[in-house]
C-alpha cells in the first residue's frame, strides 16, 4: 500500500537506493526497519533479508544500524553503509563480513554529480563542516 510505513511483506520504513541485480533481483536498503532486502520485482515478495527490524545495531549481516545504501560489486559482494558511526562493510554474496570499517568522514547522502560544485554538509559527531567535491 503506497505512503504506508511498516516492515511486514511488502512493507518499508524510509527506503533508500533500490538496486536492480544483474539476476533480475532488486535490492533495497531499508532504513528506519534496519535491514536490506533482495526482492524479485515480478512476484514483490522477499527473497532474502539480512538484519532485523527493530534491531538498530552494526552486526552484519545479522543486524545493521540505520542501512542507507547497498552497491554491487562484478564478483557478487555487496558494499554497504550505515549512517550511525559512519559504517562501511563489504559483504559476500552469502552475507558474510569480508571486511567493515567506519569512515573518517560523514558524506553527504547523496551525490550530486561529477559536474557539481563543492557543497558542505554538517558533521552529525562534531561541530565542523565538511567539504566535499566531485572533482
Same mark, same amino acid.
Given at each position: ?7 511486514? *511483506?511488502?512493507?518499508?520504513?524510509? #527506503?533508500? /537506493?533500490?538496486?536492480? !541485480?544483474?539476476?533480475? @533481483?532488486?535490492? %533495497? ?5 534496519? &535491514?536490506? !532486502?533482495?526482492?524479485? #520485482?515480478?512476484? &514483490?515478495?522477499? !527473497? ?19 542501512? /542507507?545504501?547497498? /552497491? ?9 553503509? *550505515?549512517?550511525?558511526?559512519? @559504517?562501511?562493510?563489504? !559483504? ?6 569480508? @571486511?567493515?570499517? =567506519?569512515? =573518517?568522514? *560523514? ?13 558542505? @554538509? #554538517?558533521?552529525? &559527531?562534531?561541530? =565542523?563542516?565538511? %567539504?566535499?567535491?566531485?572533482?
Amino acid at each position: 500500500m503506497p505512503d504506508t510505513r511498516g516492515s511486514g *511483506e511488502g512493507y518499508l520504513n524510509f #527506503p533508500d /537506493n533500490a538496486r536492480l !541485480l544483474p539476476d533480475g @533481483w532488486l535490492t %533495497v536498503a531499508d532504513i528506519r526497519n534496519c &535491514r536490506l !532486502l533482495f526482492i524479485d #520485482p515480478k512476484t &514483490r515478495k522477499t !527473497l532474502t533479508q539480512w538484519g532485523k527490524p527493530g534491531v538498530c545495531k552494526h552486526a552484519p549481516p545479522a543486524t545493521f544500524a540505520y542501512p /542507507n545504501d547497498i /552497491n554491487y560489486f562484478d564478483n557478487g559482494d555487496f558494499l554497504v553503509t *550505515e549512517i550511525p558511526d559512519a @559504517w562501511i562493510s563489504r !559483504l559476500g554474496p552469502d552475507g558474510h563480513v569480508v @571486511w567493515s570499517s =567506519r569512515s =573518517r568522514a *560523514e558524506p553527504p547522502s547523496q551525490t550530486d554529480g561529477p559536474s557539481a560544485k563543492p557543497s558542505a @554538509w #554538517p558533521s552529525t &559527531r562534531r561541530t =565542523r563542516i565538511g %567539504v566535499h567535491s566531485a572533482a
